[in-house]
């Protein structure tokens, strides 16, 4: 017995899929084309966690439940369809003592319904090693396909999300107010702040390691990068700049900085200490202080990243050979 079920892409040539993994079960939508000719049956990895599992096992709840509708449908057909015989064969060997007439009523006929489709998204991902097409919703990591994870989009939508933030941090601390007290909401809205900052930092560590390795053998590891002259040094010795090349000297400084007072963040929950001082030549602090994390210092550095960063790609995929 086999039940014919048709699926159908939306508008745009999409094909619905979730993720198997209880914890995760990211929806995402990859071009139909790509999934039936290109995407293994044996490995297809989740955009959003990396999972990976056959290419059966990524039905949406939606399409299970419309593929039991389609089953009990035909199900219904078959059954109607068999007493339908059935009664025609008795009518048929009626004799003169028994007649059974029987009239079918109108059928519920089976109709294939095509397994329904979530309207079009607008952002596409077009994986730069395979050509594989996805659609998502937030956040993406992985190609569905071949599971390359793409360093430069990966940064880009984490700076520009730690963006959007900080420029609706006013907004927030309004709606943040009207639930909470001030006292409550201010230290929220100096949380997403210091969050922000440490945020910002590591994106830039992992953007920077991922695109040191891209033209260059050197073994090196992402603690590297979250020391401004450490960073430096290693682009000047293996792609012939440093940061120089794309900071003014102010800039280098700020982002010394501000990247050890991510650094005390992290490690001391940000009470200064002698150690702090002597490496970030910070004077507005002594010993014993918190810090406190300002928005137009997180705003800055924002900037000083995007700045810094774009030399870094530029360079990092220039073909050296
Ligand atoms: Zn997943
Ligand atoms: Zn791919
Ligand atoms: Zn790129």
């Given at each position: ?138 956040t993406a990591y ?7 994870n793409s360093v430069d989009r990966v940064f880009n939508e984490s ?44 994106a830039?560590?992992k953007f920077?390691?991922e ?111």
């Amino acid at each position: 017995m086999e039940i014919p079920i048709e699926v159908v892409s939306d508008e745009k040539g999409y094909f619905d899929r979730e993720c198997p993994h209880e914890e995760c079960e990211f929806v995402f939508k990859i071009y139909i084309l790509d999934w039936k000719n290109k995407v293994s049956d044996e490995k297809v990895y989740c955009p959003r966690c990396g999972h990976t599992a056959p290419s059966d096992s990524w039905w949406t709840q939606g399409q299970l439940d419309s593929m039991r509708d389609i089953a009990r449908q035909w199900a219904i057909n078959e059954v109607q369809k068999t007493i339908h015989e059935s009664f025609k064969k008795i009518s048929r060997n009626s004799n003169k003592y028994v007649n059974i007439k029987y009239k079918p009523g109108k059928r519920i006929s089976f109709q294939n319904n095509p397994i329904g489709q979530l309207e079009e998204w607008e952002l596409i991902i077009t994986c730069e090693q395979c050509e594989t097409k996805t659609s998502v919703i937030g956040t993406a990591y992985f190609c569905p396909c071949c599971g390359h994870n793409s360093v430069d989009r990966v940064f880009n939508e984490s700076i520009g999300r730690i963006e959007n933030q900080l420029n609706s941090l006013d907004e927030m601390q309004g709606i943040l107010q009207e639930i909470y007290n001030k006292d409550t909401s201010t230290n929220m809205v100096q949380n997403i702040i210091e969050t922000s900052l440490k945020e910002i930092i590591s994106a830039f560590q992992k953007f920077a390691f991922e695109s040191f390795k891209k033209n260059c053998k050197k073994t090196v590891r992402p603690n590297d990068f979250q020391i401004v002259y450490k960073g430096s040094n290693l682009f000047r010795d293996y792609y012939e700049v440093s940061y120089e090349e794309w900071l003014t000297n102010e800039e280098i400084d700020f982002l010394n900085l501000m990247f050890q007072r991510r650094h005390l963040l992290e490690h001391n929950n940000g009470m200064v200490d002698d150690m702090y001082l002597n490496k970030s030549n910070d004077t507005t602090y002594r010993v014993g202080q918190r810090l406190v994390s300002k928005k137009e210092y997180v705003i800055k550095l924002l900037k000083v990243i995007k700045k810094l960063s774009e030399g870094i790609h530029k360079t990092t995929n220039l073909n050296l050979n």
